[in-house]
């Protein structure tokens, strides 16, 4: 990787200056963990996609890649602790909206994430290969 590549990956995934904690970021992270939450209720699989959508947690999970295949563990502990405080407090809000929702049956679209089997790993590392793909090729 040539080094003004390697510069824009940094900067692409906020490794050279990091701002994960910036306003926006907990802003969507908390907006996508609120249609999500609401998409499982409402057992809508398009609306837990646009959720997905909207998450910006494939950055810091890019940058934890990247980190590694950089040899920069300062900036690897910084995204992991990243992935982590944004999981917990998407698990939080889910959990809080779950408790004001008048029923608290299991939806289907619950139910079916379970279960996750091969296929489900083989989406993953795909989805994360694609997304690193993208992320160092500036013409993709």
């Given at each position: 990787?040539?080094?003004?590549?390697?510069?824009?990956?940094?900067?692409?995934?906020?490794?050279?200056?990091?701002?994960?904690?910036?306003?926006?970021?907990?802003?969507?992270?908390?907006?996508?963990?609120?249609?999500?939450?609401?998409?499982?209720?409402?057992?809508?699989?398009?609306?837990?996609i646009?959720?997905?959508?909207?998450?910006?947690?494939?950055?810091?999970?890019?940058?934890?890649?990247?980190?590694?295949?950089?040899?920069?563990?300062?900036?690897?502990?910084?995204?992991?602790?990243?992935?982590?405080?944004?999981?917990?407090?998407?698990?939080?809000?889910?959990?809080?909206?779950?408790?004001?929702?008048?029923?608290?049956?299991?939806?289907?679209?619950?139910?079916?994430?379970?279960?996750?089997?091969?296929?489900?790993?083989?989406?993953?590392?795909?989805?994360g290969?694609?997304?690193?793909?993208?992320?160092?090729?500036?013409?993709?």
């Amino acid at each position: 990787m040539e080094p003004a590549e390697r510069r824009r990956v940094l900067d692409a995934l906020g490794l050279r200056e990091p701002r994960p904690w910036a306003g926006s970021f907990w802003l969507l992270t908390t907006l996508s963990a609120t249609v999500a939450a609401m998409g499982l209720s409402s057992d809508s699989a398009a609306v837990v996609i646009g959720a997905m959508l909207l998450a910006p947690l494939m950055t810091p999970v890019m940058a934890m890649a990247a980190s590694i295949t950089m040899a920069m563990p300062r900036r690897l502990w910084w995204s992991f602790v990243t992935v982590v405080v944004a999981s917990t407090w998407s698990v939080a809000i889910s959990y809080l909206l779950g408790l004001l929702l008048p029923d608290g049956s299991l939806s289907g679209e619950i139910l079916a994430r379970t279960r996750p089997d091969l296929r489900d790993l083989v989406v993953a590392l795909a989805a994360g290969a694609a997304g690193a793909y993208a992320t160092a090729k500036e013409d993709v």
